[in-house]
């Protein structure tokens, strides 16, 4: 994985999907429960090689975009959208010309009606952007292709297949070269992003894309992406791990919580940052995938942790879940402490935490309680907290 590239993620949506029926844009119509385009994004918005989502957008979709991302709004990775044109290809060179003034090293183009991106398909792409300006996913062809003759009901004649391959997207180029291929090739018909590359004269690699990795065009591929989406869910295992810590008061004037500081007539005594909601949703990540817990991993006799700030710790659990080819679906954490009050921070605190574990807000709960100002969380002498994370993993064969 390229380290240091920011890589950008752009969706294109600004299509108005006539061919697959109902009412609007296929790309705004829900495929078990959620719009296309939020499946869409989310596969970027998850995956650890991205770091910003743009989806261009046709500008009468302005509430339809509204709509079908407002679960993912406040996802840090998620810019806000942009116009596009007539045709897809002004529609990306309009967003790619968005993404100019805070260019990005590297920029995936996307189909917003290939909702079934997996993780390894964007991974791939990334790696051979490190060797390639260019490099789409793709499939060898397999069936016979014929030519139709004019009529287009007789076999005109077989076209050798040997070295074809169909092109998916993503399509991901260096951002500067595709920028400048963009703009040259504007008002030529050119049917992909890749063709624009090969007009600029760019090498384009090509990498495994996925049978799953299907393109929503007609009414019909509604039924088949159902069907999809059902066996993809059976691909997949999901464990849940609990996590609880406790941390003293000593004199202070703040304490951190989920990574954000609240004023209060005192602070957590600790090694590090003493952030005894973070540290136990760590242990509940941990728990979710049998990895031990905190003081496994970061021993509080290390002198290197004194003070550290707690999220060195969830991200290294997050880092052991994505090893695996996981993620976090969701958490839910308590906060049990007399002061201070936490509802006011809870917004904030869903946030940082969602930017740690680069999920979105949604995947992330904070809650608090008292305890009746009973035992030591009730004497007001130090809090308590408590997490469970459920965790997807791949699931393993059978
Ligand atoms: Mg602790």
Request: proline share 6%; with cysteine.
């Amino acid at each position: 994985m390229t380290v240091s590239a920011r890589t950008i993620a752009l969706i294109v949506a600004a299509g108005r999907g006539v061919r697959a029926g109902g009412r609007g844009p296929k790309q705004y119509r829900p495929l078990a429960g959620r719009a296309v385009l939020a499946r869409t994004a989310e596969a970027f918005l998850d995956h650890a090689g991205i770091d910003g989502v743009r989806v261009v957008i046709h500008r009468d979709d302005d509430d339809l975009y509204e709509a079908a991302l407002a679960p993912l709004r406040k996802h840090p990775k998620l810019m806000p959208p942009v116009h596009g044109g007539v045709e897809r290809q002004d529609s990306v060179r309009l967003g790619l010309q968005s993404l100019a003034g805070a260019p990005p090293t590297l920029v995936l183009i996307h189909d917003a009606a290939r909702p079934f991106v997996d993780a390894g398909t964007i991974g791939r792409v990334i790696e051979a952007l490190a060797r390639t300006p260019g490099a789409i996913a793709a499939l060898p062809v397999h069936d016979t292709l014929k030519r139709a003759a004019g009529d287009g009901r007789r076999i005109d004649g077989t076209v050798e297949r040997s070295g074809l391959w169909r092109a998916q997207t993503p399509q991901g180029f260096h951002f500067e070269a595709i920028l400048k291929a963009h703009e040259a090739a504007a008002g030529r018909a050119l049917t992909d992003d890749a063709a624009v590359a090969e007009a600029a004269g760019l090498d384009v690699a090509l990498v495994p894309g996925a049978p799953d990795n299907m393109k929503i065009t007609q009414a019909e591929d509604f039924g088949m992406a159902e069907i999809l989406l059902t066996r993809r869910r059976s691909m997949f295992e999901f464990r849940t791990g609990q996590g609880f810590d406790v941390h003293q008061f000593e004199p202070g004037d703040a304490v951190i919580l989920c990574g954000v500081a609240i004023p209060h007539a005192g602070k957590l005594k600790g090694h590090s940052d003493a952030d005894a909601a973070m540290h136990a949703l760590t242990d509940a990540v941990l728990g979710a995938i049998s990895e031990g817990d905190i003081g496994d991993h970061f021993p509080p006799t290390d002198p290197k942790w004194r003070g550290a700030p707690s999220r060195i710790f969830l991200e290294k659990a997050m880092a052991l879940v994505r090893d695996r080819g996981g993620d976090v679906v969701h958490c839910d954490i308590t906060i049990i402490c007399e002061a201070p009050k936490i509802k006011p921070h809870r917004t904030a605190m869903r946030a940082a935490l969602a930017e740690i574990m680069g999920v979105s807000v949604e995947r992330v709960s904070v809650k608090a309680t008292t305890t009746e100002e009973l035992g030591f969380t009730g004497r007001r002498e130090g809090l308590a907290a408590m997490a469970t994370a459920t965790v997807r993993l791949p699931a393993p064969a059978e």
